[in-house]
């Protein structure tokens, strides 16, 4: 939710093409990154001035150039003055709270995606947006902050694993995307795991922290669809993208992602309604349990009240209380009416399913 | 509610294009103000006659007068008559409980948007109907009272800061409409807000106000989402308007908006989701207060309605009572019954999971 | 529900097109009236015999001939003969039981809708069923019974006030249209009223009364909805018609009334909305109540169980209670440990915010 | 329910076109009838052979062949192969589970339709399969079982009541579908019957009963919307047909079923929302008698708990209680006290609106 | 879930087209078999080499290729090389967590379906992912395991029943879609049964088990939807295959199938709308019984409370208690009240409805 707090009041009424930072507070400086390749050269480096990854714009290698940390806005601005990008585009990489997009250019594609990471320690979902622009001999991909999961990639490209390096840039875009949404299963598995977790936990002793449980997972699921549906629509934009820049033989590898992402979001619903379920079992296991404590209490009430009305009355201090002079009442007809009103209870309380 | 309530009886029946204001009762006379520019001259005044704006119609600069106070119909009239609006679209002016929408004639875009601006002492957002009139060279504001969101759009044009100055009437038009988009997020994070606050008491306190509380945040959304939803439309439809009003460069800034438009529908659904899993948590921490009610009933009440019942039976006054003579059976016998019988019921208890 | 029930039992298995009046039992003789119009003239009458209607059919000027009360088949088969009416269309005049729909025809259009009335005395809303048939030069309007939400048209007719005594037959049925229309904003209202006096019923004293006029309101909207949503389409089509009947001038009317259908089913469904917030509401009250009866009991018997105890105690006969016959246990000791159980359970139970 | 049980299972794996009767025992032999006739003559007959029935395929008459009874498996295949029909249309027919659909073929038109029936003894629908096949001059209808709904299409064609005589074989299928589906407003009439007894049973004395009907009526419209949905598909289908079978004057006639198919699903829809809102009530109607039983139990514990307690108190045996001695405690004092608590409480009771 | 667990986490981040088998464990080694067939010729045989099976690439018999096991991710990969499928195609047929789909190459389709088998011991439905490979002469199948249900159509092939052994290889593809399809109505039966058992137990004795296995119904479905809705577009998709490999007089089987589809789709929704039911009385019968627990304590606790006070009250020890020394309050008068006071109580709970 902080996400939807801290954004936009910063920004409104601002003219549009301002470019403000719209991320958390980050103090570490960005880091810049070029990975240069084609079938037989490759270069790697890590740059210091941005200036430096102008050249690789023209070069006819594909250039990867990734950027880690996008709170400088003068960087970026710097990037999409030489690179041609829109003031709006440079925009939408410095606001964080993007939903996934795909915007075509005549000679860029631009498209904003959500990286997610489990974090083990919090049990949290985190999430990082990337926005890729896709040019005739390059990608250059943004980051909020280092780490991502795109390093297989860097390894295929190094050692030339896979056809990675005989393919143009669209190819690098596509397995930029197919890392990310390679990553989403590793969330969903995260979230089954969860899952089962707690459903057992609902058979054996369910409470308000299951409970809680139940509807943060719910609303991480809330955040995950929000982050995967539009994603469906990026990539069928990406497939029929009229740039140019999509080679048909990436096509097939287009469809194989986004049949991907339909399967993530089939698997997103049906754990929706998984959680949906448990919270009806959690409701009914409530009342259930309120009827055990009600079947209790009545057992032991309608047992001892009446027995204890007869106490009751032979506590009475009437002087003419014939009964209680008799010598057997008490060790024999007192003790013989408890037993049987004790047992006649017992069979109805049986016949009634509450024992 | 009021404004379903006080709206259309009066109008019931008039022939159509009759103009009578349907907002609230306003004594202020309404103010007009004529912004007026190009990217070289710069004129601002407020008008005391209405026949004033009238020679802005044809000047080759962009106008943008704008009404605060709509209450004054013959004002109203003069201006579409002059400007050649249809009676039906000087009546929707008047109508203030219209829901955003959009109307392509030949010459000028009639749109209707709703302004929604947070108010801090009630916590209630004020709805505020905005119409917009884009003309070739002008663009006329109808707003129901003064004070808007406007006020920067105001400085970018005084102090020709970003494209404004450069660009023609639409863009004023689109910068209108992005202000009062991006107002929405404000509106969005007080809500986010009161939603994280109102999460807070569900899980310490949550009595009949929290449901309120929750009840009235749905109802504010159900406002929202009808104020919102048609936007999308709207600006769908300004984007693939045929009156040759809306130039080509302004596309992007437009998509920019619906992009924005989109956000906001996203977040507001998603925050819908949220307030109904609160009410599910509030009904569900209902029914597990209940439950512990119940709980410490029948601990209660099963550990001393049996112990009772005993003391009822050694409270007897048969004749022929043994056990009473008996010297240890009060202080050691009766008291240690009572020891084992009320940790019997409390191990019984545990095993429950009850203590 | 009435509407369901008496209606097609008494036509099943009858030969399409057959005539059989399918509404409420009546017994005033229909009541035949007639309005002929141009710019220049104004006819009024009203008229005893069918026949003499037959006369406005191919006359220059604009006749609106409408006929209270149908259900003298013959009357309206004779209208549908010299008019040239499908015997289809005729039935579907006199069955009551039709939702809003257009069907387009050579050379009239046929459109039934739903009028509304609502109902002060019984605090419900009465539906009366309006077929209109528009031809070139006339408009034939059937209703139920007299009485109906088109006086103010006619006033205007009279008087020439408005356009409507300038435009042709067109412009008639959209005026009728607007005015049933128009006269749904009542019934919203007054719904609004109700809901309006529910909610406050709701905060302070709910019963199962509330719960039936939630219910009934509930019930109420179904039907509207049914009334309602159809219309849409109706309107839709008739803007579409390619009957050349629709002048292009009327157009924007449609336009205009459009809007309103839309904005009406728009405050249907938020209307909707807000009732079934009501339910959940009034729910949880109910909920909330039994928790606090609940509460009482607990409290008072888990004070008074425990004392109870006590006092059963000291009740008994044992012989040997050396407790008995200390001077200060009864006036001090007794009422110490009174007093101290108690408070500690008031403490206790300030402490879990039962008190 | 039986109807999905019953099925498949006899029939998975066989080659698709093997003709298995699917329906349930019948030991009655089928019945073969024939009506055939023009605007001049007219034969009905009842055949002992199936063979009889070939000569009327290609006479220029229409010959309506009605078969009741579809268990015998040859029959239905000898029809077939002399008609021409896909083998795979014969399993159609045989396969008393299929849902309403249309197949168009280039000289006959295959229709399954649901023909419902309402059983008064036992209170519920009876579903019957018809299959018809529309060729150029005839129209075959297979049923399962003898009695039908259209015996008041066979009085019109004996009488030449109507226009049907006059008309072609597409006009027969068309009167045969329109008796179908007015049959269904007898049942909707039967439904809306019994949710009126329902309500009446909610509002005095609902028990567990009433749940049960209210679920059995759920479940009733879960299978009349399974036939009446696919319906409207069919008859629009059937509107559209390119076989030439359908005249273009038959054309409005199927617009009007269309209509009428149309209503049938909104008031099954209706329907289903007021049992829906049944079941809302008899729920918390459930709540609000938990309620008062809670009511009761807690006024009548709560009075008499602390007055036991009091008489608990002097029911103590210690020796030095000086209360007990005095002359005026009990026959005044005591009872003061209870009739004083009593009253407290009793108001209390009441401003709680408990009484 | 287990099929959501282990799948992916292996495999994110390896370049597109890595074949990693993404199923359970399995040790048997694969097994393929060949039938080759046409009308006049048949030969089966099991081969022990996958080499031999591509000898059947360009034969013109009909090939049929089924392979059980596919963990040999290499036997797999040969088959994709020599019959020229893709390796995305090979990815797809190695992750057995994929949704049912269909991909059209120029000279073959690739189609994932979920066989569905239903396991009687543990009354569990098993899912199998079936991948087919349809090209001009031959039809490849991959299994996850031995056993199908296939085996009659084996056995038509065998026995040259039906039209198979004259039809092409898209007629066999469509044979064994088909025998897939028709074996969900025989899991559909199974689910039919369960729910017809679950909900005699509703009526009889619910408990928590059967909330437990209404939840794993609903949870089935939530799976069985999952496997069939995609299925209809595949079929579709299938139909209007571009590829020229589906010969035009297959259309109508695979019409038929399409239609089984949509049935087996409402059958589904149907059965899952009868769960949601079940669930609704399930909850509904829990507070009933509720309500009759508590109405028996009431009972009791309202019966027995007020005599016990009254006992309580000659139980006390006033000197001065005038009635204990009358000689028939106790015989008479004490047990008048008693029998007056229960009688009056239990014509009150038997107006209210209780008894």
């Not at 200036?51 to 006819?60: A, L």
């Not at 997610?116 to 909020?144: C, K, M, P």
Request: one cysteine or more; charged letters at 25%; aromatic letters at 10%.
């Amino acid at each position: 939710m902080a996400k939807i707090k801290k954004r936009h009041s910063a920004k409104a009424g601002l003219p549009p093409g301002t470019l403000v930072y719209l991320g958390e507070e980050k103090m570490q400086p960005p880091r810049i990154t070029v990975i240069d390749y084609d079938q037989n050269t490759f270069t790697e480096k890590e740059l210091s001035k941005v200036q430096q990854c102008f050249e690789f714009k023209d070069s006819p290698t594909v250039s990867w150039i990734n950027i880690d940390g996008i709170h400088e806005v003068r960087l970026v601005e710097e990037i999409g003055e030489r690179f041609g990008l829109h003031s709006l585009v440079l925009e939408d990489i410095l606001n964080t709270a993007q939903r996934p997009k795909l915007e075509d250019f005549d000679d860029h594609i631009f498209i904003v995606l959500k990286m997610l990471t489990y974090d083990e320690e919090n049990t949290t979902t985190q999430a990082e947006q990337v926005s890729l622009v896709l040019g005739r001999n390059f990608v250059i991909s943004f980051q909020e902050r280092p780490g991502d999961v795109f390093e297989q990639i860097r390894e295929r490209i190094r050692n030339a694993k896979g056809r990675i390096r005989k393919m143009s840039s669209d190819y690098l875009a596509y397995s930029l995307i197919d890392a990310i949404v390679d990553n989403y299963y590793l969330i969903l598995e995260k979230c089954a795991d969860r899952i089962e977790t707690l459903e057992e936990q609902l058979v054996t002793e369910p409470d308000e922290k299951t409970l809680h449980q139940i509807h943060k997972l719910k609303r991480e699921f809330i955040y995950l669809r929000k982050s995967v549906w539009p994603l469906r629509e990026v990539i069928n934009l990406l497939q029929r993208s009229e740039s140019g820049l999509i080679n048909k033989s990436t096509g097939i590898y287009l469809r194989d992602v986004y049949d991907h992402t339909i399967q993530i979001i089939d698997t997103v619903e049906t754990l929706r309604d998984m959680v949906s379920g448990m919270l009806d079992i959690y409701l009914s296991s409530i009342s259930n349990r309120m009827n055990s404590v009600m079947k209790v209490l009545t057992i032991i009430a309608t047992i001892f009240i009446p027995l204890s009305f007869l106490t009751g009355v032979y506590g009475m201090n009437f002087e003419n209380m014939p009964e209680l002079r008799l010598r057997w009442t008490y060790p024999v007809g007192f003790w013989l009416i408890i037993v049987v009103v004790v047992g006649l209870m017992l069979v109805y309380f049986r016949r009634k399913k509450w024992l």
